[in-house]
């Protein structure tokens, strides 16, 4: 199993970007997903940003609701997190996650950068 994760970068403070997560290697329509973010610089934990569930159904991080929208693609096996009125607080790498089989696989992580 494999996802890969894109669409990070630099953005502006009140810009968006998307980031997007396709999956390798397994089912992806039958199975819970989500996005995580660590911020740079020490060690604290990933932060949960965004779910999804098998239905649609989605839940956000108090500090990205009405911002951040996750959302997945399942025939071409592919999941979404669009950022919008990014802050610099939202500065982190990115990763995507999938449950499959009772464990979770990660993406490899993407850098998003909020500055002016």
């Known amino acids: 199993v494999q996802l890969q994760a894109s669409g990070g970068g630099l953005a502006q403070p009140g810009g968006s970007v998307r980031l997007s997560c396709k999956v390798f290697?397994?089912?992806?329509?039958?199975?819970?997903a989500g996005w995580y973010r660590q911020a740079a610089g020490n060690q604290r934990e990933r932060e949960l940003v965004?779910?999804?569930?098998?239905?649609?159904?989605?839940n956000c991080s108090e500090s990205v609701k009405g911002r951040f929208t996750i959302s997945r693609d399942n025939p071409t096996k592919t999941m979404y997190l669009d950022m919008n009125s990014l802050k610099s607080e939202d500065t982190a790498v990115y990763y995507c996650?999938?449950?499959?089989?009772?464990?979770?696989?990660w993406g490899q992580g993407t850098l998003v950068t909020v500055s002016s």
């Open positions: 965004a779910a999804i569930n098998t239905g649609g159904g989605t």
């Open positions: 290697g397994t089912i992806f329509s039958g199975n819970p």
């Open positions: 996650t999938l449950r499959r089989w009772g464990r979770d696989f």
